[in-house]
């Protein structure tokens, strides 16, 4: 709705970016590409660059809060109370699958798990409106069969039934990220460092970041884009998320995802990833008592009494979703070469293979960017 303003470096310093050509920088490192923020998407933009023959330097702290860190990296098509399939999801899914199976070969790593995900009915209401999506012909394709009451795993309470989504998997993201960044910093071009946006500096034909000059700089901060002065006034609006991964030699589940109000992802060696809370009210990134308490409250209204569960680990982190629930793509409306990638929001492991597709197109081919993801639309209107 055209509501928002992004305020420019210069109008919100009030100095002016010229001044710091009277610096002398001492260019050492010249790039077309220089990525800020290490997570999924800097990551995995860094590499569709690489593939493209582009030159790439990518700068990101991984002691900062990392969502990608913490993620369980599911990929789910029915999600939400509601049940509503996945925005885009018909396009995203084939681009999420080709990309996490070439990086796989590329780097003999075991990154993409496709996984039967289960759905639980919590009452008749959501009985009901399963029913209404079976016969809606746009989820035939992510939808299985109802699973009749008391037909699933012994250990599950199944109250009202159940069924199956399909198409669904898992991302293991720290194995990928920790791949990716390992690959840039053989060769240098992966710093894991902090960016201080203080020290970029306009040149007449790019950008200078200490020993690094670069044609584009391109932001991938996460929720760090909170004091990104260029981007800041974006509609970014985190959300806590918390998971746990517990231990129970008692609990036997068949692989797959079970999901009722959380969802449990059983790794085969008796733990099991519990997932997730969300809150737009607590801006840390750190574990809380309470957060713990929610998972394991809720897993336990739908596990028979008999298991107990113990607590092996438990993380924290904040997704960067946005006001309206799409990502946040684009260069900066008055400053040249500055872009952001950002807003995959509880969605990363779906989204980012298809956008950073979309993304690169955009910056060498000069494809326009879909107006639901680019920033333009949060600008304010020119009257
Ligand atoms: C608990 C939880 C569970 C989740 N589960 C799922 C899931 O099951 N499936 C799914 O698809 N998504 C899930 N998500 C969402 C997913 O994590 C995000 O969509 C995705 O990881 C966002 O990736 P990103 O690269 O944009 O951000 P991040 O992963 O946050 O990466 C941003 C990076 O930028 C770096 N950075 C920021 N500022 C600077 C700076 N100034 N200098 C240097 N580095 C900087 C940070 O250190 C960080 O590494 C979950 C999120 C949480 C919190």
Not at 147 to 169: M, Y
């Given at each position: 709705?055209n509501?928002?303003?992004?305020?420019?470096?210069?109008?919100?310093?009030?100095t002016?970016?010229?001044?710091?050509?009277q610096?002398?920088?001492?260019?050492?490192?010249s790039?077309?590409?220089?990525?800020?923020?290490?997570g999924l998407a800097?990551?995995?933009?860094?590499?569709?660059?690489?593939?493209?023959?582009q030159?790439?330097t990518?700068i990101?702290?991984?002691?900062?809060?990392?969502?990608?860190?913490?993620?369980?990296?599911?990929i789910n098509?029915?999600?939400?109370?509601?049940?509503?399939?996945?925005?885009?999801?018909?396009?995203?899914q084939?681009?999420?699958?080709?990309t996490y199976?070439?990086?796989e070969?590329?780097?003999?790593?075991?990154?993409?798990h496709?996984?039967?995900?289960i759905?639980?009915?919590?009452?008749?209401?959501?009985?009901k409106r399963?029913?209404?999506?079976?016969?809606?012909?746009?989820?035939a394709?992510?939808?299985?069969?109802p699973?009749?009451?008391?037909?699933?795993?012994?250990?599950?309470?199944?109250?009202?039934?159940?069924?199956?989504?399909?198409?669904?998997?898992y991302?293991?993201?720290?194995?990928?990220?920790?791949?990716?960044?390992?690959?840039?910093?053989?060769?240098?071009?992966?710093?894991d460092?902090?960016?201080?946006?203080?020290?970029?500096k306009?040149e007449?034909?790019?950008?200078?970041y200490?020993?690094?000059?670069?044609?584009?700089?391109?932001?991938?901060?996460g929720?760090?884009?909170?004091?990104?002065?260029?981007f800041?006034d974006?509609p970014?609006?985190?959300?806590?998320?918390?998971?746990?991964?517990?231990?129970?030699?008692?609990l036997?589940?068949?692989?797959?995802?079970?999901?009722?109000?959380?969802?449990?992802?059983?790794?085969?060696?008796?733990s099991?990833?519990?997932?997730?809370?969300?809150?737009n009210?607590?801006?840390?990134?750190?574990?809380?008592q309470a957060?713990?308490?929610?998972?394991?409250?809720s897993?336990?209204?739908?596990i028979?009494?008999?298991?107990?569960?113990?607590?092996?680990?438990?993380l924290?982190?904040?997704?960067p979703?946005?006001?309206?629930?799409?990502?946040l793509?684009?260069?900066?409306?008055?400053?040249r070469?500055l872009?952001?990638?950002?807003?995959?929001?509880?969605?990363?492991?779906?989204?980012?293979?298809?956008?950073?597709?979309?993304?690169?197109?955009?910056?060498?081919?000069?494809?326009?960017?879909?107006?639901?993801?680019?920033?333009?639309?949060?600008?304010?209107p020119t009257?």
């Open positions: 709705m509501q928002f303003n992004i305020r420019s470096h210069r109008s919100q310093t009030g002016k970016i010229s001044h710091a050509r610096t002398t920088i001492d260019i050492q490192h790039t077309k590409n220089l990525i800020v923020g290490a800097g990551c995995l933009l860094a590499w569709r660059l690489e593939q493209a023959g030159s790439v990518l990101g702290s991984t002691q900062l809060p990392n969502a990608s860190a913490v993620a369980a990296g599911v098509p029915v999600t939400g109370r509601w049940m509503t399939k996945t925005w885009n999801f018909d396009s995203l084939p681009q999420a699958e080709a199976r070439e990086l070969r590329q780097f003999n790593i075991q990154c993409y496709p996984i039967p995900l759905r639980y009915c919590q009452n008749s209401i959501d009985a399963m029913g209404k999506r079976m016969r809606n012909p746009r989820y394709d992510v939808l299985g069969p699973i009749p009451t008391g037909e699933g795993p012994d250990a599950i309470l199944d109250t009202h039934g159940s069924f199956h989504i399909n198409q669904a998997a991302v293991d993201l720290p194995l990928l990220l920790t791949t990716l960044r390992q690959h840039f910093a053989v060769t240098g071009a992966f710093r460092e902090t960016f201080m946006h203080a020290a970029l306009r007449p034909t790019g950008w200078a200490r020993d690094v000059e670069a044609d584009k700089v391109i932001f991938c901060e929720v760090g884009m909170r004091d990104n002065p260029w800041n974006l970014l609006t985190p959300a806590k998320g918390e998971t746990l991964t517990v231990e129970c030699p008692t036997e589940l068949p692989r797959a995802i079970y999901h009722h109000r959380k969802w449990i992802l059983p790794y085969g060696d008796h099991f990833r519990i997932g997730a809370t969300f809150s009210h607590d801006p840390s990134p750190e574990p809380t957060g713990a308490q929610e998972l394991l409250e897993v336990r209204s739908f028979t009494a008999e298991h107990t569960l113990t607590i092996r680990q438990h924290a982190g904040l997704r979703t946005t006001k309206d629930s799409r990502p793509i684009g260069e900066h409306p008055t400053e070469g872009h952001v990638f950002n807003g995959l929001g509880a969605k990363g492991a779906s989204l980012a293979p298809e956008l950073t597709r979309q993304f690169l197109a955009h910056l060498l081919e000069g494809e326009p960017l879909d107006p639901e993801i680019d920033i333009a639309r949060c600008l304010e009257t």
